[in-house]
C-alpha cells in the first residue's frame, strides 16, 4: 500500500524523433503511477483526482518501455502529496530515470 508501478511500452506515436519518448506520455504515465499509490491508502468508496503536478525531465526517455514507480510522499484526509519517477527501460533491462514527478491529489468520497 502507498506504492503504484505502471509500465507502458513505448509507441512509434508517442515520439518526437524516432526512438524519444515525448514528455506528455512521460508525464501521464507519472501522474498515473503517483495518484493512484496515494489511492491505494484511501476507505472504500473513495477516489482522488490530480490537483497540481510538477515534473522535472532529466534525460531523454530512449527504450522499449517506460516504468513509472509511484509513493506517497505525505497521505492526508483531504490532500495527499505524491510522486513518480520514470524510467525508460531498453531491450537488456537497464534502466535510466528520465522523469520526476510530485503532485498533489484531492481525496474525494464518491456520491452513492
Not at 476507505?43 to 509513493?71: L, M, Q
Amino acid at each position: 500500500a502507498g506504492t503504484s508501478t505502471l509500465r507502458a511500452p513505448v509507441q512509434p506515436g508517442w515520439c518526437f524523433a524516432p526512438g524519444q519518448l515525448q514528455a506528455t506520455a512521460m508525464f501521464a504515465l507519472a501522474d498515473f503511477a503517483a495518484v493512484s499509490a496515494a489511492g491505494t491508502l484511501l476507505p472504500e468508496g473513495w477516489a482522488n483526482s490530480t490537483v497540481d503536478a510538477s515534473v522535472k525531465f532529466v534525460a531523454p526517455a530512449r527504450g522499449t518501455h517506460i516504468v513509472a514507480r509511484g509513493r506517497v510522499v505525505q497521505p492526508g484526509k483531504t490532500l495527499s502529496v505524491c510522486a513518480a519517477d520514470v524510467f525508460a527501460v531498453d531491450a537488456e533491462g537497464r534502466e535510466q530515470l528520465c522523469a520526476t514527478w510530485l503532485g498533489t491529489a484531492r481525496n474525494f468520497a464518491l456520491a452513492g
